[in-house]
């Protein structure tokens, strides 16, 4: 199977949307980059059976699970959808508290992560069809690709 250049961008996505969820989600237990207390909203907080910390410390189990399932090539459709689900609910309980300018960051990271669910879907149906073909369809294929920079589709050697 040929990994492309798109391939190669949805990995750095991949990693990228794994990555940052499982850091924000250790550091609500360490609160080195920020003190996540503040992001939660009076509303939210008052509708808490548990304190901020622990409600924090909670997110922060669900933030490493997120990203560890966006990390896992079999899951990892899943995960960003869960993602994108994740920074939703961040935004929503930021609009609460009148946070608006982060919560269109999380707005605008959660569609990267629902984009990277949509391309992840696209490569396993592209790979499916892949498959499928018979071995001369797939060298046909291989041929009518456009050629790489500095090469031809054929080449004489």
Request: glycine share 8%.
């Amino acid at each position: 199977m040929n990994d492309t250049r798109d391939d190669r961008q949805v990995e750095v996505l991949r990693w990228t949307y794994g990555l940052v969820p499982i850091a924000a989600g250790a550091d609500k237990f360490t609160n080195l980059l920020t003190d996540w207390g503040k992001y939660l909203s009076p509303t939210a907080r008052d509708m808490l059976p548990v304190s901020s910390r622990t409600f924090m410390r909670a997110v922060g189990i669900v933030e490493i699970a997120a990203g560890a399932l966006v990390l896992h090539p079999r899951t990892s459709r899943l995960g960003a959808y869960v993602v994108a689900g994740w920074l939703g609910a961040i935004a929503a309980n930021l609009v609460m508290d009148r946070k608006y300018d982060i919560a269109v960051r999380d707005i605008a990271m959660g569609i990267g992560a629902f984009s990277l669910g949509r391309f992840l879907a696209r490569r396993a149906e592209r790979r499916a069809a892949e498959q499928q073909r018979t071995p001369v369809e797939s060298d046909l294929a291989a041929a009518t690709r456009a050629p790489q920079a500095g090469g031809t589709a054929f080449s004489m050697h």
